[in-house]
Structures are given as C-alpha cells and as structure tokens.
C-alpha cells in the first residue's frame, strides 16, 4: 500500500514569505508527528495529533508554526513569516496508535529560506 | 530533560568486520528506545525496536538501563549496511509523548 507521502518535496521561498507544507499519512493510521530535521542532525520533534486532536505542540519553536489535522488524516504544517534559521527538512511520520508504535516516515520537504 | 547521544558522527569498519554503534540516553522512567535508519535516497524506516527482541538483517541491542545505553551491533559488517543510524527513544512525561532522536552516526562499510 502507499506510505506516507508529503509535498511539495522542495520549497524555496524568501524571507518574510508564508509557507505550507503538506502531509498524507497511512490510510487509517491515528497518529501522526511533524520533525524539523535540520542539516547533520538527527529529527527533532515538532508535534503530534491523534486523530484531529493536536496533543502535544511543545517542540514548535515559535508561534510563527502551526500545525493542523482537521479531519484526522491529511495534515498541514504553516510557517508564517518565515527566517532563514527555518531552512530544514521537515519530515511526517504516522502510526497505527500512538504509544509506541514503529513510525512510518514520508520523504520530507527540504525548505530553503533565502 | 530527555536526551539521545550516539558519540560518533562517523564510523568506517571494513566488511565483515564486527560493528557497533553507541548510543547513550537521559531519561527518568522508563523509555522505549528504537534504532532508525536512512539508507541512500530513502526515507527513515524503523530497524528495530527493544521491546520486540528481535533481530534484523542481522543488528541486535540490548538495552542497558544500568549504563543507560542501547548500542547497536552486528558480528559481521556488510556494504550494504552503509547508512545513517539514529537511536531514538519514546516515553510519557507530563500529560505528552516524547520522541526524542539522537544526531544519528554515519556507517561506512569499506569493500
């Protein structure tokens, strides 16, 4: 079956612009986590919804991120006003449940803010 | 806080050579600690997780809650084997899940 898939798979924009980067999960998985994976590092966690509910936000590092699931499937990362420390891949993840469970990882999309 | 070390940004060991990752951990509970890995133009995929037990394509680790380590190992290194290793762990804290991942190592197996 398909895996995780996101788009777009590469994102140039300039400072100051709006972005938002898509993720869609395994068909009937519930759980789903955003990473922001930036250059020689290891994936560092973002947030997490279980179904549409966004239950823990603690790792966006700023108010200018959101994250949203609305229907519990599809779900969108919005980077507003974006600054060139964003430039990263920002990696998806979904799982069948949440608590420890393998997490399936789309291809991410690598952001480059000029 | 929670926290993920794996010392070694790179490790070269030749075929069939044995080869061991290390990875250390921070973390008051009692966490599920995992190994990913990235192969060449490939996503993130599980490797193995320590509460399954299980062996795959050869790699084993024990998790060592004295020394708060889960190191990576495998008796005889393979070239396609050659991949970027993350230990990651898992764990309640608060009212949330943490996944944590470690700064990943990089194994080169030399022919």
């Known amino acids: 079956g398909a895996g995780v898939s996101q788009s777009p798979r590469y994102k140039v924009a300039k400072r100051g612009q709006d972005v938002a980067l898509r993720c869609d999960p395994i068909?009937?998985?519930?759980?789903l986590f955003w990473y922001q994976q930036a250059l020689g590092q290891g994936p560092e966690f973002l947030t997490y919804f279980q179904n549409e509910a966004q239950l823990d936000k603690s790792g966006l590092p700023s108010d200018r991120f959101f994250a949203e699931r609305p229907e519990g499937s599809v779900s969108t990362l919005k980077i507003q006003r974006t600054q060139q420390e964003d430039s990263a891949v920002y990696l998806c993840?979904?799982?069948?449940?949440?608590?420890?469970?393998?997490?399936?990882f789309g291809p991410g999309t690598r952001l480059l803010v000029l | 806080a929670q926290r993920v070390t794996q010392p070694e940004k790179l490790l070269s060991v030749f075929k069939g050579a044995p080869v061991e990752l290390k990875c250390n951990y921070s973390y008051s509970g009692s966490p599920e600690l995992f190994w990913y890995v990235q192969y060449s133009r490939q996503r993130l995929q599980l490797l193995l997780r320590?509460?399954s037990r299980e062996s795959i394509k050869g790699f084993t680790a024990d998790l060592n809650k004295g020394e708060t380590s889960f190191h990576l190992k495998k008796p005889f290194a393979q070239e396609e084997d050659s991949a970027m290793y993350y230990c990651?762990?898992?764990?309640?804290?608060?009212?949330?899940?943490?996944?944590?991942f470690g700064p990943g190592t990089r194994l080169s197996v030399l022919p």
């Open positions: 990651a762990l898992s764990g309640t804290y608060n009212y949330g899940q943490n996944f944590v």
């Open positions: 320590h509460i």
């Open positions: 993840a979904s799982s069948f449940n949440l608590k420890q469970e393998t997490q399936y």
């Open positions: 068909s009937g998985h519930v759980s």
